[in-house]
């Protein structure tokens, strides 16, 4: 009787014990938005239905995941391209975004690479208990079947269509495309901590003031030497690559997230070099440890439209006294001579 008994209490705890683990794993799921999204615009309204679907299930399992519901996103994968799938968990992971709209209407875009643009998508972050908006926007590119090529955070709407509409008058959309791609490669780079992307955009001859430079050519002259910046502010703010990589990885690490937003962006074509475009935006920073906000200033070289150079980045926490901020006219472009 003693080895019955002691089996019965065996089972009884084994039962108690699972009963308990149901019961706390039920709780730490919680009820999530079910989002739809709808889409009009360029295709064919059978390509729209299709991608329509595919990015309503991503939200969907983005929502399931943070619920409690889900942890991988292999129910969307027949979505996606390899690449696409790659870009897609790799956000999910490292952000956690999460859609909080029933039902999401826009446009599909067709693109001049033949591709799909869909914008716009409006999600939220994890801002943990750190001050600022804990708003993003989504932009999924997609292939000509509808398969998920790209996703990464975008630069709001508003200021995509403003900014387009001013190239479609000065006659460069084109490169204006580029421009605020590269923009949003910028900031899902820095909200995904991608150290290893942010070095490998830097040449080692980058000019850097209190920033960054993603391409520099020693034969495109000195930027910084030719420039009205006084050699005194020069040396206040002047980095080299290697202090301003390790800066940030440092960031990094001591950051559980980070979110880089931006704000009133101005592009300006050089008047005598109309290959040079000037950025201005005003850049805000949150982090779980640290947040500021200054004024950035990015100097492009499209020459080669296929591969743009960035020569200068800047990035100042404050206007100068005259209320100005580092432009493309502090800068003295210096063409190499061809042999």
Known sequence: MRI?????IGAMLAVSFYMTFEVTAQTRRSTYV??????????????????????????QEA???????????????????????????TLVERT??????PEYKTNLIETPQGQYEVRGIKVGVPMGETQGDPTQFLVFTL???GDIANVQFAIETTHYERLMEEGRGLNDMIYRKQILGFLEDYRTAHNLKDIDYLEQVYSEEALIIVGR???????????????LLGETQVQLIKRSKREYID??????????FVKVTFDKIEIVRHSRFPDFYGIKVEQQWNSSRYSDHGYLFIMIDFEKPESPVIHVRAWQPEKFHNGSVVELGYFKILRPRKK
């Open 4 to 8: 019955k008994s002691d089996w019965v």
């Open 247 to 256: 800066s940030l990885r440092q960031a990094f690490k001591r950051n559980a």
């Open 96 to 101: 956690g975004f999460f859609s909080v709209i």
């Open 213 to 227: 430079v993603l391409k520099n050519k020693k034969t495109d002259g000195d930027y910084l030497a030719n420039s």
């Open 143 to 145: 292939t000509k079947r």
């Open 34 to 59: 079910k989002s739809r999204l709808v889409l009009d615009g360029s295709g064919t309204p059978e390509i729209r239905q299709t991608i329509g679907a595919a990015l309503t299930a991503v939200l």
């Open 63 to 89: 929502n399931r995941i943070k619920a409690g519901w889900s942890n991988n996103l292999k129910n969307v994968e027949r979505h996606c391209s390899p690449e696409g799938f790659i870009a897609l968990k």
